[in-house]
């Protein structure tokens, strides 16, 4: 656990979530295999105990694998084990499925509720730069305003935050400028406390059915391709190390010719749902 991780073949200060995630899934391993000799478990016992924790979805089951893969990687560099038990045990395939988007009435519904609740939950700045900017939602919540070049229209995403490792500038559309006018001159970190919590009401307010964790980011590279027909450009907005291929493969077809011209347009001016009615009045069904 005290181990650096890697990223790009280099040797990196593990992120406090990645921390989280280990601990919970190994705690859950150490129960169980705690006392026993590191380089006498087996794969076929290690196969049996993931049967045991129920029915795991495949990315579930693979994101079990990939930590104990880790681990078991690194008893085998430290010299605690010849061989890693877990290579033996085959990924599940993930079946593809199309990444859940916000249609253009969703988007405005959602960024007029955070304008209407924004005294109360505080997250206008999460929700404006994961739909019009494309962040990360664990980008944003490391994110300081101090980030935010309101002069050169951008936002610097650093690298000890990025998930590539490395440091981007993002652009800022002039709508999310719009939105976020009287957030200029703030400091500290863009999202607050209990973030959890803040966002499971953001979404009943806006009458979504759930607290989806990429929706935004997911309709931003949809919408920004629509609207610009440039995957080099969407990619790297996006901070995509491995360029177009996940964005031709997953967005470029997810939205109709001319709906990115609409998402962009959504500012407070233009927007035609007060952010009042917005709380009380569905314009439209949730994304899954």
């Not at 693979?62 to 605690?80: D, K």
């Not at 989806?212 to 919408?223: D, P, T, V």
Request: aromatic share 8%.
């Amino acid at each position: 656990m005290a181990a650096p991780g890697r990223r790009k073949a280099k040797a990196v200060p593990r992120r406090p979530l990645t921390i989280i995630n280990l601990t919970w899934r190994l705690n859950r391993f150490e129960k169980i295999f705690g006392k026993r000799v590191a380089s006498e478990i087996r794969h076929d016992e290690v196969e049996s105990w993931f049967r045991s924790l129920g029915e795991l979805s495949a990315i579930s089951f693979n994101n079990y694998r990939r930590v104990l893969h880790a681990m078991f990687s690194f008893g085998v560099a430290q010299g605690y084990t010849a061989s890693n038990p877990i290579a033996m045990i085959p990924l599940y395939v993930v079946p593809h499925k199309a990444p859940s988007i916000l249609t253009v009435a969703q988007a405005e519904k959602l960024v007029t509720s955070a304008v209407a609740s924004e005294k109360k939950l505080g997250l206008l700045g999460l929700v404006v730069l994961g739909l019009f900017a494309g962040l990360r939602r664990a980008e944003i919540e490391q994110l300081d305003w101090s980030a935010v070049k309101w002069d050169h229209k951008m936002v610097t995403v650093d690298g000890a935050i990025a998930k590539s490792g490395s440091i981007r500038n993002v652009t800022l559309p002039d709508n999310a400028q719009a939105w976020l006018l009287d957030h200029r001159g703030r400091t500290g970190r863009v999202t607050p406390r209990n973030l959890k919590i803040r966002l499971r009401e953001l979404w009943k307010l806006a009458e979504f059915k759930k607290d989806g964790r990429n929706e935004l980011r997911h309709s931003f590279a949809s919408y920004h391709y629509d609207l610009h027909q440039n995957g080099p450009l969407t990619a790297a907005q996006r901070g995509h190390s491995t360029g177009t291929h996940l964005l031709f493969e997953h967005y470029r077809c997810l939205v109709p010719l001319g709906e990115g011209k609409k998402y962009f347009a959504i500012t407070p001016s233009t927007s035609t749902a007060e952010p009042e009615k917005c709380i009380t009045t569905p314009t439209g069904t949730a994304a899954a």
